[in-house]
C-alpha cells in the first residue's frame, strides 16, 4: 500500500512487480492498507472508498477492473478467521457481509491510526488506546495509555506475538505485556540514548554522556525536560 496506489513485490525473486493505479479513470490514490478476503483483494483509499478486485484476474493493472467496494471514508481493513474487517474515520469497526453491509461492532474513541490480525487476535490502535478482539470479535484487552507508568507519548501500533502485547509509542520505544498479564509493562528501548533530541553531548574514552534540557527566547531554563541523563 503506497501513497499514490498498490506495488506488487515478488518475496520469491525479491523484485518489484505491476503498480496498480486504482482510482477513479486510473488516477492516483492514496491506499492505506489491503488485505485479500474471499478470492479479492480489498484496499482501503484516501478519497476513494474501498475497491476489490479478483486476486486471479491477470490485468489488474487495468483500473476498469476494480470495482467500488463501498463508497464510504476508511483508513484500514484486514481479514481474520474469514472475517472482513474494516475502520472507518467515524472512529467504529465494522464487519463486511459478502453484499458489501456494514454492522459496527467497536467504538474507537478516537481517530484509528492502525488496525493488525494476527494469529487468533484483532487489534486497533488509536493515540491514547489499544484495543484487542478475540476471533469472535469480543473485546479482550483494552489499554488506555494512562494506564502506563511514566508515559507522556502517544501510541502509534500496535501487535501481538505469540500471546505478547507490543506497542510502538511516539518517542518513547516499544511498550511490551502480555494478554495474561496486560497491565504489567515494560519498556524495550535501543541501547543508546533514550531521546533524540539531546541538549548537550559529552564523550570520554569509554561512554558517551547525553543530557536533555531547554531554554526559552529569554535564555530562562525552565521548565526543563525532565528527563535526566543517558
Given at each position: 500500500s503506497?501513497?499514490?496506489?498498490?506495488?506488487?513485490?515478488?518475496?520469491?525473486?525479491?523484485?518489484?512487480?505491476?503498480?496498480?493505479?486504482?482510482?477513479?479513470?486510473?488516477?492516483?490514490?492514496?491506499?492505506?492498507q489491503?488485505t485479500?478476503?474471499?478470492?479479492?483483494?480489498?484496499?482501503?483509499?484516501?478519497?476513494?472508498?474501498?475497491?476489490?478486485?479478483?486476486i486471479?484476474n491477470p490485468n489488474?493493472?487495468?483500473?476498469?477492473q476494480?470495482?467500488?467496494f463501498?463508497?464510504?471514508?476508511?483508513n484500514?481493513?484486514?481479514?481474520?478467521?474469514n472475517q472482513?474487517?474494516?475502520?472507518?474515520l467515524?472512529?467504529q469497526?465494522?464487519?463486511?457481509?459478502?453484499?458489501?453491509g456494514?454492522?459496527?461492532?467497536?467504538?474507537l474513541?478516537?481517530?484509528?491510526l492502525?488496525?493488525?490480525?494476527?494469529?487468533g487476535?484483532?487489534i486497533?490502535?488509536?493515540?491514547?488506546?489499544?484495543?484487542?478482539?478475540n476471533?469472535?470479535l469480543?473485546?479482550?484487552?483494552?489499554?488506555?495509555?494512562?494506564?502506563?507508568?511514566?508515559f507522556?507519548?502517544?501510541f502509534?501500533?500496535?501487535?501481538?506475538?505469540?500471546?505478547?502485547?507490543?506497542?510502538g509509542t511516539?518517542?518513547?520505544?516499544?511498550?511490551?505485556?502480555?494478554?495474561?498479564?496486560?497491565?504489567n509493562?515494560?519498556?524495550?528501548?535501543?541501547?543508546?540514548p533514550?531521546?533524540?533530541?539531546i541538549?548537550?553531548?559529552?564523550?570520554?574514552?569509554?561512554?558517551?554522556?547525553?543530557?536533555?534540557?531547554d531554554?526559552?527566547?529569554?535564555y530562562?531554563?525552565?521548565?526543563l525536560d525532565?528527563?535526566?541523563?543517558?
Amino acid at each position: 500500500s503506497c501513497d499514490f496506489g498498490i506495488v506488487q513485490y515478488n518475496l520469491q525473486t525479491l523484485e518489484f512487480g505491476d503498480t496498480y493505479f486504482i482510482g477513479p479513470n486510473g488516477k492516483e490514490v492514496i491506499v492505506y492498507q489491503t488485505t485479500l478476503f474471499d478470492g479479492n483483494i480489498y484496499a482501503v483509499t484516501q478519497n476513494a472508498g474501498i475497491r476489490k478486485a479478483l486476486i486471479t484476474n491477470p490485468n489488474l493493472i487495468d483500473y476498469n477492473q476494480w470495482q467500488v467496494f463501498d463508497a464510504g471514508f476508511w483508513n484500514g481493513i484486514v481479514t481474520i478467521e474469514n472475517q472482513l474487517i474494516g475502520m472507518n474515520l467515524d472512529n467504529q469497526l465494522y464487519l463486511f457481509n459478502s453484499f458489501g453491509g456494514a454492522t459496527p461492532f467497536g467504538d474507537l474513541g478516537n481517530t484509528g491510526l492502525d488496525l493488525r490480525a494476527t494469529e487468533g487476535y484483532l487489534i486497533a490502535c488509536t493515540r491514547n488506546k489499544v484495543l484487542i478482539y478475540n476471533n469472535s470479535l469480543n473485546l479482550i484487552v483494552q489499554i488506555q495509555s494512562s494506564q502506563v507508568p511514566n508515559f507522556q507519548s502517544d501510541f502509534t501500533c500496535a501487535t501481538v506475538i505469540n500471546e505478547n502485547i507490543i506497542i510502538g509509542t511516539k518517542e518513547d520505544g516499544i511498550v511490551y505485556s502480555q494478554i495474561s498479564n496486560p497491565l504489567n509493562f515494560e519498556f524495550i528501548l535501543p541501547e543508546g540514548p533514550h531521546r533524540n533530541n539531546i541538549f548537550s553531548l559529552n564523550a570520554s574514552t569509554s561512554n558517551v554522556w547525553a543530557v536533555y534540557g531547554d531554554y526559552d527566547l529569554f535564555y530562562n531554563p525552565f521548565p526543563l525536560d525532565q528527563y535526566g541523563i543517558s
